[in-house]
Structure formats: structure tokens, C-alpha cells
């Protein structure tokens, strides 16, 4: 009876530190997974420089997350933003969908950039929504076929606070002309739907992002900065309207074991 008391002990010691281990190393497969689909869904890059889990609160920390812009476009990046907190559902890790309690991205700092009656924000968006439709129809296809879907994730909270915009432009000569963004707060992405893909999810998020991008105090903002640099053009009471009334429209209508923890989670960002 001792004999069969000491070998349970330790088992329960070694399943126990392999969960430990195992959880300890998610940081680095989602570090890995964020920068490898990232690019995939906004055809620019995406890269986060560490991402830390705590295996205790599901909450996980992401440092150094970039955007980078799409071919054609000068500044060095799209967004950058220090950290990013996300608070997990635990319990959900090994489910579909996913449910994620809350994103917060805190002092995203945006590069505006204009060109040719279009935006970088514009142009990335359009890839995202072509990324979200793709994704959605394998996803349909998976689905009818009886073949294994993708993990979804249903996101309670997003929060984007204490942001600001930098409009640049050929014409300003290199100079940037700086508005705040106004803050953000989204609910229940994916939860009408069972679960948004990762593609949607962005989708939603990014739209949003542009709509704030778009609003007429950060265009009155850029106008009030335009003029002081003499002979500009300014961009209009609705200079930004294109890219915000594409966005609304997208935010609209885009309402829509151990192993198996760490399969989960890698989850988030991929399809299996």
C-alpha cells in the first residue's frame, strides 16, 4: 500500500511539473505563431519583440508589437504599441471558441500615411477583409465536408486608450502633424456567432481602429496643422470619411489534457 501511495505522489509531481513546463513555454509558441500569421492576414509585417504567461491567471503580456506598412508606403511603420494585455479564459483553452476576457492595447502610437487618394490604413484594412472572407469560406468548407474547423474565439472586452495619430504626407516634407486617438472599447466579438475566426476577430478590431482614425476631431486636428504649413490643402470636413465609412461598414457587418492546452492556444492565431 506505501509502495502504491509513493508511486502516485509521483506522478502526480511529474504531471504536474510537465503542465508547468509545458505552459511556461506558450509565451514563445505564441511569440513564434503572432509573427509567422500575422503577416499572413495583413500582408505587411507583424511582429511582437516577447510575450509572457502567467500560467496561474491566463493572462498574458505582449511587448513590442509592430505593424509594419504595405508595399509603397515610406514611414517605418504602420502602429506600434509597448504592451498589450490579454486576460484568457483558462477553462476555454482546450474548447472552441476560445473566450478571451479582454484585450487592452495601451498607447498605440499611429503613423497616418496619405498617398494617392488613399491611406496605409485603407490598404491594410482591404487586405484584412480579404483575409476574413478567405478564412470564413474554408473555414464553411471544413464545415460542410465533416472535416475539422478552426479554432474561433469570442473576445468580451478590446480597449484601445491613451493613443495618438501622426499624419504624414509627401507634402509635409518629413514633418508629422499629431492628433490623439480618440478611445476605444468593443464587446462580445464573435459571441452572436459561436465564435469569430482570428481573420474576423482583426477584422472587427482593425475596422474600429480606422473608424477612430476617421473622427472628425482628429480630421479637424490634421486640418488646423495642414494650414499652418501655408498653401496645403487641407483634408476637408470629411477628408478621412472614405476609410471611416468603410470601416463602419466592415464593424457592421463583421458581427458574425496538456496538449490540448497547448494546441489551444497556438490556436488562437492559426487553423489546425
Known amino acids: ?144 465536408t465533416g472535416d475539422k474547423q478552426g479554432k474561433k474565439i469570442v473576445i468580451n472586452h478590446v480597449i484601445v486608450k491613451d493613443g495618438k495619430v501622426n499624419l504624414t504626407m509627401a507634402a509635409l516634407g518629413g514633418k508629422e502633424i499629431t492628433a490623439p486617438l480618440p478611445d476605444i472599447h468593443l464587446k462580445d466579438i464573435g459571441k452572436k456567432n459561436d465564435g469569430a475566426t482570428p481573420a474576423e476577430a482583426f477584422e472587427q478590431i482593425f475596422s474600429s481602429l480606422y473608424s477612430s482614425i476617421s473622427a472628425d476631431s482628429v480630421t479637424q486636428i490634421f486640418n488646423d496643422g495642414l494650414k499652418q504649413f501655408g498653401g496645403l490643402k487641407d483634408l476637408g470636413t470629411s477628408g478621412l470619411q472614405t476609410g471611416g465609412d468603410a470601416a463602419q461598414k466592415t464593424a457592421d457587418s463583421a458581427t458574425e489534457g496538456v496538449k490540448s492546452a497547448t494546441q489551444g492556444l497556438k490556436s488562437l492565431f492559426k487553423k489546425d
Open 1 to 144: 500500500m506505501k509502495k502504491f501511495l509513493i508511486a502516485g505522489i509521483v506522478i502526480i509531481v511529474a504531471v504536474v511539473a510537465l503542465v508547468f513546463l509545458t505552459l511556461s513555454n506558450l509565451g514563445p509558441l505564441v511569440k513564434k505563431t503572432v509573427n509567422t500569421v500575422g503577416p499572413q492576414i495583413t500582408k505587411t509585417d507583424v511582429e511582437v519583440a516577447d510575450v509572457s504567461i502567467s500560467i496561474f491567471s491566463g493572462e498574458a503580456k505582449i511587448k513590442g508589437f509592430l505593424l509594419g506598412n504595405p508595399k509603397g508606403f515610406k514611414s517605418v511603420q504602420a502602429m506600434k504599441v509597448g504592451s498589450v494585455y490579454v486576460d484568457i479564459d483558462e477553462g476555454s483553452i482546450t474548447k472552441n471558441p476560445i473566450i478571451i476576457n479582454k484585450i487592452e492595447i495601451v498607447a498605440p502610437e499611429i503613423t497616418y500615411e496619405k498617398i494617392a487618394g488613399s491611406d496605409n490604413f485603407q490598404t491594410i484594412l482591404k487586405n484584412v477583409q480579404t483575409s476574413a472572407k478567405a478564412e470564413k469560406k474554408s473555414d464553411s468548407k471544413a464545415g460542410s
